[in-house]
């Protein structure tokens, strides 16, 4: 694939935004751990193989199972290796990030409030939202594995 735009050079003040999102979310009550999640998550439904080689790597880094990482596809079927409230994280996960199949579903909402109060199930939005913005720049500026952003 060629190469296509460095975001670094053609839109610096866009990176600036986004690395301000990452400041945002480092700064949440969402755990390292749920954010990698998300992060996988939504980056193996988007193709971005940029962004999945990226946020494995982290998840390992932070102490997470290898196991759980090669599972993360299939955490519906992957009986007693994912919490409830993981799963919880992964359905918003995947309903935000496929969001033209609906959005976040009212009957999600109200299960996620099992779980989570409205500041936490926001930031959780909030980094879902913003994964799949650096899955779209990797993706639509071609970026390599093993390549950096910044």
């Keep these: 694939m060629k190469k ?30 749920t954010k ?28 997470e199972k290898n196991q759980r990482i090669f599972l993360v596809s299939a955490w519906r079927e992957a009986e007693g290796i994912f919490t409830e409230e993981e799963k919880m994280v992964f359905e918003i996960t995947e309903e935000v990030t496929l969001i033209h199949k609906n959005g976040l579903t009212d009957e999600t909402y109200e299960k996620a409030l099992q779980f989570f109060n409205e500041e936490q199930i926001s930031e959780i939005v909030m980094a879902v939202i913003t994964i799949n913005v ?17």
């Design 4 to 33: 296509r735009f460095n975001i670094k050079t053609a839109t610096p003040n866009a990176l600036k935004a986004l690395i301000g999102l990452e400041t945002y979310l480092a700064q949440t009550s969402i755990s390292k751990t």
């Design 134 to 150: 650096w899955n779209r720049v990797a993706l639509s500026s071609r970026l390599a594995i093993g390549e950096r952003l910044a």
């Design 36 to 63: 990698e999640l998300i992060k996988i998550r939504a980056s193996q439904i988007n193709g971005c193989a940029f962004c999945i080689d990226i946020h494995t790597q982290d998840a390992v880094a932070n102490g």
